[in-house]
């Protein structure tokens, strides 16, 4: 639910990083942090458990900048991966524009990431929102941990689990190196700027 | 579901916003969605807070505290308070998707600030559905 306010010529848009526990959301956000500083001038807001865990949602606001005369602010949150926050994750959803969806890539974790991926579906489906039309970005996360021997679920096969009905654009990236998350970030925001555009006509 | 507030509407809202809590003595007041967005804002100048956190936290904060209420059998708690030091934090619901804040000091009486909460949401709903 993008909110325009035309007397202060802004829109606020809102983007979820979605996936199972520990797959990387988290450290997307924190990477953007780091990486464009220059733009984000607030803290990351993060609520988490004392083990590190989130426990509601991160938050961080992204400055884009003006686009055709408007001032375009970005919402960044993350959901609770552990299927026991389902209600706090359905919260977040509240209002989305844009998902982008972390899996996993690591073999141990294929089943969690289908879970992980239904569970959006029916979540979006609460607020009336279709998964085959909200905007959407899948990241494979973690492909970096095939260099230290750890098996790793191919594109491919992850493509297919995860990716063959919906087709969404993708991304294989490492959250914790920064490959791809800056990538990531900008086709989901182009997206989602563009169906608001589409919608505001 | 985008939805968009003219200019009109919004300088209304922030009149009554002027009036009813900031010439009250109220540090800050703010509306937002459920969401988390922010759609007006107004302070008396020595706030330095995050508004957009504020609100995305509110919002979240919120939406807990509905979930709550419904597990003990209500629909909703449709206000909030949070007393601090020096400042404190009033949280009342608009209609089903807005959240009024105010964050106010000792020299404003709670009493006083409920009252206006309420005058104001029924100018506010007004609004929203002209």
Do not use: W
């Not at chain 1, 990486?35 to 884009?64: C, N, Q, W, Y």
């Not at chain 1, 997206?191 to 555009?197: E, G, K, P, R, V």
């Not at chain 2, 009149?15 to 107004?42: P, T, W, Y």
């Not at chain 2, 020096?86 to 009252?115: P, Q």
């Amino acid at each position: 639910m993008a909110f325009v306010n035309l007397k202060k010529k802004e829109v606020q848009a809102k983007i979820v990083y979605y996936g199972p526990g520990r797959g990387g959301k988290t450290t997307n956000l924190e990477y953007i942090h780091a990486k464009f500083s220059s733009r984000i001038k607030t803290e990351m807001v993060a609520i988490k458990t004392h083990g590190d865990r989130t426990l509601f949602f991160d938050f961080l606001p992204f400055d884009l900048g003006r686009i055709k005369g408007y001032d375009v602010k970005i919402q960044l949150y993350t959901v609770p991966g552990q299927i026991k926050y389902n209600a706090t994750r359905r919260l977040v959803l509240r209002g989305v524009d844009g998902v982008v969806f972390v899996a996993d890539s690591m073999e141990v974790r294929r089943e969690k990431n289908v879970l992980s991926l239904r569970n959006l579906q029916e979540n979006l489906a609460t607020y009336q929102k279709n998964i085959f039309r909200i905007p959407l970005v899948l990241q494979y996360n973690k492909r970096d941990l095939s260099e230290q021997g750890i098996p790793l679920l191919p594109v491919e096969t992850l493509e297919k689990q995860l990716n063959s009905k919906l087709k969404a654009p993708c991304f294989e990236a490492s959250a914790l190196m920064g490959t791809n998350v800056a990538k990531t970030m900008k086709k989901i925001i182009s997206m989602t700027i563009a169906s608001l555009q589409r919608d505001l006509k | 579901m985008e939805y968009t507030l003219g200019q009109e509407h919004l300088e209304n809202i922030e009149r009554i916003l002027q009036k009813d809590f900031m010439e009250l003595g109220v540090h800050c007041v703010v509306l937002i969605d459920m969401a988390g967005n922010v759609i007006a804002s107004l302070d008396n100048g020595d706030m330095t807070q995050d508004i957009y956190s504020l609100a995305a936290l509110a919002a979240g904060n919120f939406g807990a505290v509905s979930a709550m209420a419904k597990i003990v059998g209500e629909e909703d708690f449709s206000l909030l308070f949070h007393k601090g030091e020096k400042e404190n934090i009033h949280f009342s619901k608009i209609m089903d998707d807005f959240l009024l804040i105010s964050i106010f000091g000792k020299e404003t009486s709670l009493g006083f600030l409920r009252l206006k909460v309420a005058e104001a949401n029924e100018k506010i709903k007004k609004i929203f559905r002209s």
